[in-house]
Every structure is written in C-alpha cells, then in structure tokens.
C-alpha cells in the first residue's frame, strides 16, 4: 500500500469525548470515526485489525471443533417470549417493528436464536455433540455508551454455543473452548487471566472471564486474585475469607436497649459516638431491585456487591435508593426515620437480604426506623426479619483467599472474552429437545463461548501504547512495517524503497511504502501514531549504503544494508504471524 493512497485522516488532537486511551489513540490514528453515540465507522486500517483478530478466531475456533455459520441479526419477539428473556433483558434491547407490525429485536446475543435452530435439526443423540460458531455485529442500547470500542452500543463478537447430551460433555468442551480461547489471545499478543465471573444476563450456573490486566482507566472490573494459587476472579463474583474481627460487643453494651444517638447519620459517626468499631455495627441499605425496595444487611465495615445482591433476589436491574425513596417507604410502614437509621423490623413484606457477615454478630448495633436513636447490645434473635444468608459483600484487597488463606490482591482488567455453562437454561423452556439412545426426549445440555473482536482491538491497543501512538502485536497490526524515503525527490532514496517495499511484498509482509511528499518528522509522527511494528528509514545514509531499522514496540534502532534489513524483517514478522 502506498500512503499517498490510503484513506485515513490522522489528527493533531485527541477527541474531546475520547475518554481511555484506545479510544483516544484509534480516532487520532484514524482507525475510528463515530458516527453516533456508540457507534463507529470502522475505517480500512481498523478493518484490517478486526479482520486479523477474526482469522486467529477462527483458525483456533475450527481446530477445536467448532463449525461457522450466520445467524440473523434481526430476531422475531416470539423466540424472545420463549425462552422468558423479552420482558427480563432490560432496555439495552433494541426493540422495532417491521411494515407488518411484527415486532422484533435488534440482536444483543443470539441464544434464543441458536436454540430454536438446534430444535429444528438436531433430533438425536448421534448428531451430539456439536460446537457452531458465528461472527456478527451485535447491538445493545447501552444506556451509555462510552470508552468507545469498549462500551459501544454496535460491536463485533464471536459466539459460539455447544450442544451435548450430558454434563460431563457439557465440563470437556467447556475446557475445550476454555484452551482455545487462551491460543486466541496469546496469538493476538494478549496474556489474559481467566476469571470466576457471574453469569449476567445471559445466565448459567458457570462462567468465566478472560481479562486483559492493565492498570489504564480502561480497566471496568476489578479483579481479584492469589498470588498462591490460581484462584481470580471477577469483583461481582469474588469470595474470601474474612480476616480476624471484633464482632462480639459485649464489653460495650452491658443488656438491650434503645438508646439516643442523635445526628450519627454515618457509620462513621455512629462509630464514633458510641466508642466503638464499625464491625459491631449492623448496616442496613435500601436498594430499588426491578423498581421494588430491597434491604441489605451487612456488617457496617463492609460494603455490598450489587451483582450479588440483585442475583440473591432474582433481579435484572439494581440502584441504590433514592432519598425520597426511602422516606416513601418509611411513611409507608409508619416510620419516620432518616437514612442513618434504617432498621429491618417492622418492614413486613419487604425483601430483606442478609449478608454471611451479620450470621456470627452478637451484642451489636442496629437501627430500629426511629430518627436519632439505634438499639444496642443487639442480637440476632431480636431480628426475625432475618431469614437466612447470603454473600452478598464486595471482596477487599487483603482478605483471604478462598483457596489457600493468603492475602488476595486486586488489579483492573478489560472482558475480552467469556464462556458460559448454560445447562437447559434455554433448552427447556424452548422445549429443545433430542432423543437419547433410549428413545427418550431430553433437552440439550448447552455451553456459551463468546469473544469480543472489536473489544480485543481497543484492549490491545491499551496494552500496547506509548505517548507517541499505538503499538500493535504483529500479528493484529494493519500492516508490519512501513518504509518512510525521507526526502522522495532524492533518485537513490526512492529506488532503494522501492526496491525494498517489492521485496517485502513478494515474500508476503504487509508493507507500507510513505511516499507522499512531506517533512520526515511529519511522517515518522504518523508511524508510529498508526503503530507499524516496524519502520525503515531511507535516508542519507543510503550513500553508505545503510538504512535505518527500528522496532516500535522497544525503540530498538540499528542500521543495516537494505537487503539486511530485508531479510531480517521476513524473518521476524514470519515468526510472528
């Protein structure tokens, strides 16, 4: 490709809504053009890169086992009804009607779609087990969109789902993709870490993650991990064990009474006034599940997951409560309390969700719905709201870890990637069924694989980036290397570029010949913006007969006889690819 002809525009500034830096770098670089909230032109040299991404996909997907096709992208409501996800998905689904009045969906995911289409096929054991794969544009209205190709509302995906007639089967191909997608990403120059993580709206009893770790803004979940063992996992899925903890306040409080603890509105000041650790306080928290109130109760040192609260009561969505919120709900019940001294009693009919934390708290402090006033010298069975518990708490960097007791730690990674365990889920609801061996009808047991592709080049990029520009994996970059003649009214420089840039394209490197007429600084600019892994220089060292050779992802820099340069470059992008 000569530069003079390829169509991209690169910018002296970031874009003023560019938040992270892949998104910053790929519309300065000319990857990315928005077109409208969350959704992006994606120009020739992004394409180039997602295409890449799609062939390693596919070549690991295909030797695993799995079979392509393409599934619509627009989806009938009626599937969507069966398996019970129309009214649950939420308003990130895009919803429309036809000329016919037929109401259907853009497609967020397509397990509806893949299981009504193993219904119609798939009628006995002996065509099981099969893995069918597909790469597609997906939208979902994110209710705001942002870090651009990493929360759009239209994305690239790679889905895959399995069908199998038993567990077991359902445990060796989760394994099965589990190896494929680790391939996936090392091949695309990015080591992942494969994390326990909830299921989310697509369901399933397992699933994990497989993060990208950067310590960018761009990092969206916190993960934990053991530097010990191979426990990780995601923040909304985490567990631990706790460290030691006062939780037994009987040297405070001598029996159980009301006392007056007037404007301790916080846990802090609560604490403070009566002189004791928040660990013998017990918190309570509205929180408004499927625009219906829930109360959590934690141990006040402690703060609530709400992923795993809003699984604990079956919702789909989940917001702290408003102020008026709760001042609805305590008028409701005949209270006239304040945040600060919310309490669980009384509040008949109420969910109520306890935390493990609060199952070993004795003599502690809790708040009864009364304005300026908490009961002391509590214990459990003074609540008999209290039904049972959960975890519902939000893992801290130096709890323990569940597997082997050491401190665990927590870093920010990137989802490129996830893999579902989706049981009949679909299957049953759907009445997806085969015949076994027996003559029996069973629905399948089924398995979820999906791989962002657009979302895997926005986290290379905020793996690989300097303050100069992007610095692509080879094997995912647009093009490996670009030839910059310094000054192309020079016959020599020209030539011997010319030269060079055949070769390369005969032995099958993308090469990239810079021959438009600009100052040499303007050029290397925009090299090392774009993020050729490599450049080479012809300049006034080629009257020595000597090019300038550097590699972009270390800075490395040496000079070469071009035909030096050249077999070297073969040599290594070859290896690479």
């Not at 004795?362 to 959960?390: C, M, R, W």
């Not at 629905?443 to 100069?468: F, L, N």
């Not at 055949?502 to 438009?516: M, N, T």
């Amino acid at each position: 490709m000569k530069m003079s002809k390829m169509f991209v525009q690169t910018l002296r500034e970031f874009p003023s809504d560019a938040e992270v830096v892949s998104h910053k770098m790929l519309a300065r670089a000319g990857y990315i053009k928005k077109l409208t909230s969350g959704v992006y032109n994606y120009m020739p040299l992004m394409w180039r890169v997602l295409k890449k991404i799609e062939n390693i996909v596919r070549e690991e997907m295909d030797a695993a086992g799995a079979q392509e096709l393409l599934m619509p992208f627009v989806q009938p409501k009626e599937l969507w009804e069966e398996s019970g996800r129309w009214d649950a998905y939420g308003k990130e689904l895009m919803r429309l009607k036809d000329r016919h009045d037929r109401v259907m969906c853009l497609g967020p995911t397509h397990e509806e779609i893949i299981t009504a289409l193993g219904r119609d096929v798939l009628k006995s054991y002996k065509q099981l087990p099969v893995n069918l794969y597909q790469i597609q544009s997906k939208f979902r209205d994110e209710v705001r969109p942002r870090y651009g190709l990493l929360r759009g509302r239209e994305f690239i995906m790679k889905d895959a789902y399995s069908f199998d007639t038993t567990q077991e089967g359902l445990n060796k191909e989760y394994e099965n993709m589990a190896k494929a997608y680790t391939k996936i990403f090392n091949r695309c120059g990015l080591p992942t870490k494969m994390v326990q993580s909830d299921s989310g709206a697509i369901g399933g009893s397992v699933s994990h993650e497989f993060m990208v770790i950067t310590d960018t803004d761009a990092g969206e979940n916190n993960v934990f991990y053991c530097d010990d063992c191979d426990y990780s996992a995601n923040s909304n899925h985490a567990v631990s064990k706790l460290l030691p903890a006062e939780i037994d306040g009987a040297k405070y409080f001598s029996k159980t009474e009301i006392i007056d603890t007037p404007n301790t509105h916080s846990i802090e000041e609560l604490s403070k006034f009566l002189n004791i650790p928040s660990t013998l306080i017990l918190k309570t928290l509205v929180y408004i599940v499927d625009k219906k109130p829930v109360l959590a109760l934690i141990r006040a040192d402690k703060a609530v997951e709400e992923t795993k609260l809003m699984n604990a009561v079956g919702g789909i969505d989940i917001r702290i409560a408003s102020s008026a919120e709760i001042a609805e709900l305590m008028a409701e019940k005949g209270f006239d309390a304040v945040p600060g001294f919310i309490g669980p009693n009384g509040m008949d009919g109420i969910t109520i969700v306890a935390d493990e934390t609060v199952r070993d708290m004795k003599n502690f402090v809790v708040g009864i719905n009364q304005t300026d006033k908490h009961l002391v010298g509590a214990n459990l069975s003074d609540i008999p709201a209290i039904e049972s518990y959960v975890d519902i708490r939000l893992v801290e960097a130096g709890d323990l870890c569940p597997q082997c007791g050491k401190p665990l730690k927590v870093t920010k990674g990137i989802e490129v990637g996830n893999i579902f365990q989706l049981g009949t889920k679909y299957s049953e609801p759907m009445k997806a069924i085969y015949l076994d061996e027996n003559g029996k009808a069973k629905p399948y047991i089924m398995g979820c694989y999906g791989i962002g592709i657009s979302r895997t080049a926005a986290a290379a990029v905020e793996a690989h980036y300097d303050e100069h520009g992007i610095k692509w994996p080879v094997s995912i970059a647009p093009y490996h290397v670009v030839i910059v003649p310094v000054n192309i009214k020079d016959e020599l420089q020209m030539k011997v570029a010319q030269e060079m840039y055949e070769k390369l394209l005969a032995a099958g490197i993308e090469a990239v010949l810079d021959d438009r007429d600009e100052r040499a600084g303007v050029k290397f600019k925009d090299a090392d913006l774009i993020g050729f892994p490599f450049r080479v220089t012809v300049g006034k060292t080629i009257n020595d007969g000597l090019v300038e050779y550097k590699v972009r992802e270390t800075g490395d820099m040496q000079t070469l006889k071009p035909d030096e340069a050249v077999e070297d470059l073969i040599k290594t992008i070859k290896s690479k690819i």
